[in-house]
């Protein structure tokens, strides 16, 4: 009796599922857009993905054992995946001991801070991410050029992403028409010749893994379907209100990070709701928050922004947001 496991809400039942199954089956959902990257970007993504999943694996193994006086978990899975989630937001260019104080700060201070695995409130890749953009603002924002770079690691050929195209170009009295003529075609956007972070170059990839995914229960769809499709709502309203200033629905979609935010990121099991109208609710508020950074903001992307606000009001969305109790007496009128 010295030990009591408390786990809520009721009823239980019984699976066969563990974390390190679940963690692992995202991981090779992810391998399709990681074999891309890789296509793309060359000998910079295997650099990039090496140092931010070994980091990844080091500190957890150091923070646990020695700070913690915990025995190492680090085969469960989840410091694998976030160390192949953080490479997947980082350019392919970008110096390797930029990863490792990325890979830090989302172990030691997203994850192992709140006490590991199961209790931090944000996505650890996103808190790493993020903070290297705010620090590294020049070397988070250097995007190569695919296949032209797959043989250069600093030395890579670079340029603006899709978003960045647009949004400068807006800010300098440009229109959508004039500006589609210098990105990437539909096409290209969905196969992943573009600029950008390494794991949002393909589209194609990473609805690939998300079918997988979707296929061994590992998600739900109410969290990609509620991102994506407020996301085609707000930029859809925008876009046919004056189509001269703003960019058309699909291209929101398939450029920049926003399906590998909705699929791999926003689904994290600790940080996102637990009921299906939770999950409507928290998606819903990141694809509103993205377009808004998108299109009003100071920034071309703001999927990390907006995945980190929801992550904040996951407790009070759990909070109001329940499932009826099983045996819950239901009144009629």
Known sequence: MDKLITVSPPPHYYGDDTVKKLMYGVVYALLPALAVSV???????????????????AFEYLIQKYMMKQEPSISDGS?????????????SNLPWWIIIIGALVAI?????????????PFNPALVGRVFLF??????????????ASRLQYADAVTGPTPLGIVKEGLSAEATMPQLLEQIPGYMELLLGYMRG???????????????????????????????????????GILWLIN???NADPLFHILSGGLLLGAIYMATDY???????????????????ITVAIRVFGAY???????????????PLINKYVKIKGFGEEVKNG
């Open 79 to 91: 410091a694998l995946l976030t160390g192949l989630l953080l490479a997947f937001n980082l350019p």
């Open 197 to 235: 972070s390494m794991g949002e170059i393909s589209a194609l990839a990473l609805i690939a893994g998300g079918i997988y995914m979707l296929a061994r229960k590992i998600i739900t769809w109410h969290i990609p379907a509620s991102v994506i499709l407020s996301v085609l709502v707000f930029t």
């Open 243 to 245: 189509p001269y200033d």
């Open 108 to 120: 030691g201070v997203g994850k192992m801070t709140f006490g590991g695995l199961g209790n931090n």
């Open 39 to 57: 296509y793309f970007f060359g000998i910079g993504a295997l650099i990039v993905t090496a140092v931010s999943i070994f980091s990844c694996l």
């Open 270 to 288: 600790v940080t996102s709701p637990m009921t299906p109208k939770g999950m409507w609710i928290f998606g819903t508020g990141i694809g509103v």
């Open 300 to 314: 071309p992307e703001g999927v990390s922004f907006a995945i980190l606000i929801m992550n904040a009001f996951v």
């Open 134 to 147: 705010i620090s590294f603002p020049v070397q988070m924002t250097s995007w190569p050029t695919p296949i």
